[in-house]
Each structure stands twice: as structure tokens, then as C-alpha cells.
């Protein structure tokens, strides 16, 4: 997916040895999070937090600031997920992007990387949301899309949702079939199922049944 069309330029990086108060005016206009900065020289140094600058003396350049400096930034090649990654680990709503050489490109806004995520068939695509566990030697993204593809499913995208020591979490979406036969298969293969976004029809007659002997013990 080429990231080249979302590089944004529109807000140049401030200069070190500006005033806090200029900084402090353009987060006031502005709905960042950061906004990077250049050395005298014109290189990239980081960004400035605006969490951090309203506890600049506004008086004072940026260069007495500089220990707050955060240094997060990503290349011109980096792959979106590991941008979108980028984003989460910094707490940011901009990524500023260098090249090869260090030289500053310009940035990314997360919204728009987000965007690029909403329209992959993971959500754009209608099917069923399901959530699976194993153990974290035991299960394999071979045997995941073997069992959904056995049902006549479609796998149209999974991920580790979530990681412990001794247990992994997939989620999956799934389309062109319904999710009960591949939970049931799920099931044979020791499988936990965490969540399926559609009607499971074994654990509704487990309820089912349950419901009916609490009755008949009530009597």
C-alpha cells in the first residue's frame, strides 16, 4: 500500500530557537498532539508534546527544552501497520517522516492511516467477527485458515489480538459462509472460543437446555 499520497506538508517544523510562545500559539491553531522540530541548521530533531509545552516558561526558546524533545519518527518506506504501530507506542496524532537520509519528508496524520485501515477488507468486507485462543506453541496461522477454508469460509484477515505467557489470542474475519460450523471445528481443535459475532448455535442449546433443567429442579 503506497503511503506517498498521505505525506502531508502543510505545517513546517519549528525552529529550536523559537520562543515557547510560538509553539504555544501553534498548538492553539492546530489539533496536534506534537509538532516537530528543526535544528538551527534545518535538521530534524523530534517533536514537542503539547502536554510538555505547558510547562515551558513561554518566555524561553525551545533550545533550553530540548531534554523533552521526543525523537519518534518513521521512514518513507515503512510498511502502514507498523506507521499505525508507530502511532499507538508514541501516543501521537502526527509521525513525522524522514528519508534515507535523515531529511525531513513531511508527516502522517492518523486519521488518515486509520482510514487506510477502515477500507481493507478486514472491515469493508461483509462476514462474521470471531475470536479464537490456544496455546501459545499449540496453535498456527496454517491450521487458523485450514479450518476456516474446510467450512467453505473465507478468511479476510487475522491477527494476535492479544498475548500472555502461555496463551495467544486470534481474531478473525470470516466471510462467504456462517460462523457456526467453524467454531464447531474450531472446537475439535482445542480451541477456545473468546467471542463469534454471530449466532452460536451450540452454546445457545447448551443455554437451552440448562434453562430447561433449572425449571424441571424447580418444579
Not at 36 to 47: A, H, L, R, T
Not at 114 to 142: M, Q
Not at 199 to 215: A, F, G, P, T
Amino acid at each position: 500500500m503506497d503511503l506517498a499520497s498521505y505525506i502531508l506538508n502543510d505545517i513546517k517544523p519549528i525552529k529550536s530557537n523559537s520562543k515557547v510562545t510560538d509553539l504555544m500559539l501553534l498548538f492553539n491553531q492546530l489539533t496536534f498532539s506534537h509538532i516537530p522540530v528543526k535544528d538551527d541548521n534545518g535538521v530534524f530533531i523530534g517533536s514537542f508534546s503539547e502536554t510538555d509545552v505547558h510547562c515551558f516558561d513561554s518566555d524561553k526558546p525551545l533550545s533550553e527544552y530540548k531534554y523533552s524533545i521526543e525523537p519518534f519518527f518513521v521512514r518513507e518506506s515503512t510498511m502502514w501497520l507498523d506507521v499505525l504501530e508507530a502511532f499507538a507506542k508514541n501516543s501521537t496524532n502526527v509521525m513525522p517522516i524522514l528519508n534515507d537520509k535523515n531529511d525531513y519528508l513531511g508527516y502522517y496524520e492518523l486519521k488518515d492511516i486509520i482510514g487506510l485501515f477502515n477500507d481493507t477488507p478486514f472491515f469493508s468486507e461483509a462476514g462474521g467477527v470471531l475470536v479464537v485462543e490456544k496455546g501459545i506453541n499449540d496453535y498456527s496461522f496454517s491450521e487458523i485458515s485450514q479450518i476456516v477454508e474446510s467450512n467453505d469460509g473465507k478468511l479476510l484477515g487475522a491477527f494476535v489480538s492479544n498475548m500472555s505467557t502461555d496463551l495467544v489470542e486470534v481474531t478473525l474475519k470470516i466471510g462467504n459462509t456462517g460462523l457456526n460450523d467453524i467454531i464447531q471445528t474450531f472446537r475439535r481443535y482445542s480451541y477456545n472460543i473468546i467471542s463469534g459475532h454471530e449466532e452460536d448455535s451450540y452454546l445457545e442449546s447448551l443455554k437451552d437446555r440448562s434453562d430447561y433443567l433449572n425449571k424441571y429442579l424447580n418444579m
